[in-house]
């Protein structure tokens, strides 16, 4: 599927130039996210087929997008997006730009290869085996349910993979350089768990 050539799917609140779906079904369109007055609603919506470009920031982003669905979509984020939780699914997704995202909701055979996940929790992992990561400098923290006491104990307290682990996500991926205060010392000690991974 050639995503350029998709058609636009306009707003469809003329007041405010945004989009307003609940509950429906968008399939092989082009949409973009933020570029209204307000912020775009689409709540409980499946995607399907679809280029989705982010403009919104991340603390709307997690709103704008509650509980909805997408499948086989192209993801890019004109500026990082910073979500405490996203309640959203993704099946066989690929993703561009920077990420610093609590994932609520399952993912499944999704490309990240062209994104940076600078901090990424995931609560949901059925499907994380299937899912292609970025190769440069990301760590792969799994199995955090049966080793998040030996983790805790292996980093700083307080520090954010410290903080990032209390959460109680399955899981945790970040991108080494955008944790700029974290020791070497404290990476070569989480580096040698056997749950711990380069992607």
Known sequence: MNMSKLETLEPNNSQYGIHDYREAVISDRSVVIGAGDVADKFLGVNFSGCAIRIQSSGHATGVILSQSQFSDCVIKASKIQKIAKLD?????????GRYEVGFYGSLSACDFSRARLNQCLFF????????TWPSDGHLLISNLAEHRKDFMQTVPKMSILWIMARKG???ILVYKDSLKNVESETWESVEAKDYVSTT
């Open 88 to 96: 959203t699914s993704f099946d066989h997704c690929s993703f561009k």
């Open 169 to 171: 996500s399955e899981a």
């Open 124 to 131: 949901d992992t059925e499907g994380l085996q299937t899912c």
